[in-house]
């Protein structure tokens, strides 16, 4: 494998018992002393969830609508990936416009408040002073099978991985990529939910099937009001057209910069951040034998969602 997020995983952090690549581990103890600030606003997730959806909803939510800086300021300048410094290649960080940083952990500490932060860390790799300081946290979840597709591209596209799909989803059902174990990464956060007020969890499926419904949840969640006004345009700005075609969103600078790096075909449709955006595209992608042992491992791994508190309607 290329250096990065390797979907293969180099060590296991003992005894958190998550999948994380090397470059982690000089990094786990500060990122476990990191300092939190009450009025922080969190938003994590496994990876490829729909994690960006829902930053940049939050986002505007606790920016005042503040549209134009949304569309001209980088998201993962103004929301940005806390660990990213130690689970990527520094090199990566470093981009030759000035607009990515090597070491992530310090510019999220630098930031002035109120802070927006992403993270994939996994309940028990979270800082203790979460615990303490108890900013507000949304979690979001996905449909595992869809998930798991959308992280098979994503390591296609900025990994470079040439691996076989077959090959990733056994990777990925046997808990060897990055982050993972995924059941045990959802089940904590909706355990924390249970008995802490800060966390909202919402999921893909939601953000889908109701959108408008899902932004007054988290802006309620946020103590944010929104009138109907705001809502139609917010609903507007988060579509899947809206945000593929969002520079500050969609990647495309960086992604010229990996087709090239990778030597990658061009013309691959799949070969983008913001990239099919539908609830079932493993349907395509996934034999019935693969199906099989997904729900399989589904039945013995998830937890039956019996929290309807924080479900939609
Ligand atoms: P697909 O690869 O299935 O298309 P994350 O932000 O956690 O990395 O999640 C990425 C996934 O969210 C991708 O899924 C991406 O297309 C999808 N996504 C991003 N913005 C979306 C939107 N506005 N509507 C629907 N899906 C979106």
């Not at 996934?286 to 969602?305: H, Q, R, T, Y």
Request: neutral net charge.
């Amino acid at each position: 494998c290329k250096p990065g997020l390797m979907p293969v995983a180099s060590i296991r952090v003992i005894p958190s018992n998550c999948v994380m690549p090397r470059e982690f581990k000089p990094y786990a103890e500060r990122l476990m002393n990191f300092e939190v600030r009450e009025d922080d606003v969190w938003v994590i997730s496994y990876p490829k969830c729909g994690t960006t959806w829902t930053q940049e909803l939050v986002w505007l939510l606790g920016n005042n609508f503040d549209y134009d800086t949304a569309k001209q300021k980088l998201q993962l300048q103004r929301f940005p990936f806390l660990e990213a410094v130690s689970i990527i290649n520094q090199n990566d960080l470093i981009h030759e416009n000035g607009t990515l940083f090597g070491d992530t952990i310090s510019f999220v500490q630098e930031m002035p408040s109120p802070r927006f932060i992403k993270s994939h860390l996994p309940v028990q790799l979270l800082p203790k002073d979460i615990f303490v300081k108890k900013p507000k946290i949304i979690y979001v979840t996905r449909e595992p099978k869809d998930a798991a597709v959308s992280y098979y591209h994503h390591h296609r596209l900025w990994n470079g991985y040439e691996g076989s799909f077959d090959d990733f989803m056994k990777a990925f059902l046997e808990d060897k990529v990055v982050y993972s174990p995924f059941w045990s990464h959802v089940n904590n956060y909706k355990k924390l939910a249970k008995t802490m007020p800060n966390v909202l969890i919402n999921s893909y499926e939601d953000m889908q099937l109701n959108l408008p419904e899902v932004i007054k949840k988290t802006a309620k969640f946020l103590e944010k009001p929104i009138n109907d006004k705001q809502l139609k345009k917010l609903t507007n700005h988060l579509s899947f057209d809206s945000m593929k075609n969002n520079p500050a969103i969609n990647g495309e600078e960086f992604i010229k910069d990996v087709i090239v790096k990778y030597d990658m075909p061009r013309d691959d449709p799949e070969l983008t951040f913001i990239r099919k955006g539908i609830m079932g595209s493993w349907k395509k992608e996934m034999s019935p034998e693969l199906v099989k042992k997904f729900d399989e491992w589904a039945e013995i791994n998830g937890v039956e969602d019996d929290d309807q508190e924080n479900k939609v309607n």
